[in-house]
């Protein structure tokens, strides 16, 4: 077998771990390495998880953090960063602080609460979110919980969702994409700057196993950026891998299964 010479598009995921394999780092690398990327990663926090939810999580020490990001970003280099759990007002200030100063993409993930409902970041870190990591955003990713988390915006409808990206640009991301899968209907995002909107439709499957769409397509759309592609390319590509991974989602454990990261290598079923 031939030796590989070419370095594919490097992208690092800052974010806590899934022990049950769906969200988190798990998750990110799967995604990466499914679209074409070499994934990295920078561990924040680690939690005891399964389909059932989050029984435990403990976050790492700063300096932990900072060791492993400088480690990878001043030897190996990055062109995309995607951040996830971040846990407290601490790292998430850390964090911010080492994206301002790295020269490459940044998609930040605000995540707040796991897909059961399980906290995953301190309420006093909130304010940090909003002041020092989403203005270092290329792409911010929020789901209406979190929406309503950073903006007290609470979203019913498609019009509540434009308003949403208003108040998300507020803090400084270039682009934001609001994700209305909790809305029914069909799974509808708005990604937008401000100025040109970008609508994102797909048909909604019945399927409960649904762990990790968040993490996954934030990590999708880095992947995207890393390859060169510009933000609403990135970001349509992103949904439709996500899409297609939901629809093949599969059950694990007695919960909600996770989302199929491999789908697009799996024969037709």
Known sequence: MPIRTAVPPRVLTVAGSDSGGGAGIQADLKTMLAL??????????????????????WELPVDAVRAQYRSVADDIGVQAVKTGMLASAALVETVAELLAAT??????????????????????????VRTKLL????????????????????????????????????????WVVIKGGHL?????DLLTDGSAEHWLRAPRHDNRHTHGTGCTLASAIASGLALGQDVPTAVRGAKTYVTGAIEAGFPLGGGIGPVDHGWLTRPAR
């Open 103 to 128: 020269d490459a993409p940044v998609v930040v993930d605000p995540v707040g609460v796991s897909k059961h409902g399980d906290a995953l970041l301190a309420a006093e870190a909130l304010d940090s």
């Open 135 to 174: 203005p270092v955003a290329t792409v911010a990713t929020p789901n209406l919980d979190e929406v309503a988390q950073l903006t007290g915006v609470v979203v019913t409808d498609e019009s509540g969702m434009r308003r949403a990206a208003e108040e998300i640009l507020g803090f400084g991301p270039r």
């Open 36 to 57: 074409g990327v070499h994934g990295m990663s920078v561990l924040t926090a680690v939690t005891a998880q399964n389909s059932l939810g989050v029984q435990g999580a």
């Open 184 to 188: 029914p209907g069909e799974a509808v």
